[in-house]
């Protein structure tokens, strides 16, 4: 059983940074593409980039290009979400995804696997 818990959300100044992680656990994720989506009240859940865990190949939504950076830690089996001059419009409850045999998937529907959220809230 995959089980993804997001930690690292909070409160931030219009221009700071957060760092948010993503523990996987339950599989050897060198074959799965592991995703940060975003959810604003109200709103839709948005796709914001995902990595292909084996190849490291990665995909953003244009909203985030150049200000946020997908990473992984094989030896942790950690996914991190680096957040750079964030803006208010980037508060939302984030979530981790995972999925197996996919290469850079964007849609929701493509995801088998979520984590609970983490809550960022960027006031300006």
């Known amino acids: 059983q995959v089980q993804l818990v997001e930690s690292g959300g909070g409160l931030v100044q219009a221009g700071g940074s957060l760092r948010l992680s993503c523990a996987a656990s339950g599989r050897t994720f060198s074959n799965y593409a592991m995703g940060w989506f975003r959810q604003a009240p109200g709103k839709a859940r948005d796709f914001v980039t995902v990595?292909?865990?084996?190849?490291?190949?990665?995909s953003y939504a244009e909203s985030v290009k150049g200000r946020f950076t997908i990473s992984r830690d094989n030896a942790k089996n950690t996914m991190y979400l680096q957040m750079n001059s964030l803006k208010p419009e980037d508060t939302a409850v984030y979530y981790c995804a995972a999925v197996f045999g996919r290469w850079l998937p964007v849609g929701e529907n493509e995801y088998d696997y979520w984590g609970q959220g983490t809550q960022v809230t960027v006031s300006s």
């Open positions: 990595i292909n865990w084996g190849a490291g190949t990665t």
